[in-house]
């Protein structure tokens, strides 16, 4: 099977790539997974490390074709306040949960989840349920939207919790 051995970051590369490969958020943090193209290419994506994946950015083949990485619709939902203070403290909230969130500017995005959904209605937010590519943000230290940035083993990551939320990262 041909191995995909590098990505292009999106904007990086030109050209009618040779297939697309649609992915949702968890399937575009991979280092090494077995794929298929829309169009029928079968390859092993066989990086050195996880990399986050984002719409746009292309896959590298051993002959040099490209395989261009394209963001899955997912179940989310949009979360919407009165005033910007209000979004940040439910933003707050949710990322005192270290939940993956996408911030749009006048609303945010997250995955649905009943008890979080519920949560977000008690704090007076609105809920929109939408079907919609997922990119959350990457976080201070890389996970998720950060290009090639590895940040503990690939396959698990392990912090150490500390009261009050702090975390010792050296």
Request: proline fraction near 5%; aromatic fraction near 2%.
């Amino acid at each position: 099977m041909i191995r995909a051995l590098g990505v292009l970051e999106a904007g990086t590369w030109v050209g009618e790539p040779a297939d697309r490969v649609e992915l949702d958020h968890d399937d575009r943090h991979r280092r090494r997974m077995a794929m298929t193209g829309e169009g029928g290419c079968e390859f092993l994506l066989d990086l050195p490390k996880a990399v986050a994946l984002r719409s746009g950015d292309a896959l590298e083949l051993e002959d040099g074709r490209l395989v261009e990485v394209v963001s899955a619709p997912e179940a989310l939902v949009e979360i919407a306040a009165d005033d910007m203070g209000h979004l940040v403290q439910i933003a707050w909230h949710l990322g005192n949960r270290h939940l993956p969130t996408q911030l749009l500017g006048d609303r945010l995005r997250i995955r649905r989840d009943h008890v979080i959904e519920e949560m977000v209605e008690k704090l007076g937010g609105g809920i929109m349920p939408v079907s919609a590519p997922f990119d959350p943000e990457g976080g201070a230290y890389g996970h998720g939207a950060v290009h090639g940035h590895d940040h503990g083993s690939d396959d698990c990551h392990d912090h150490d919790h500390h009261p009050h939320g702090s975390h010792d990262h050296v």
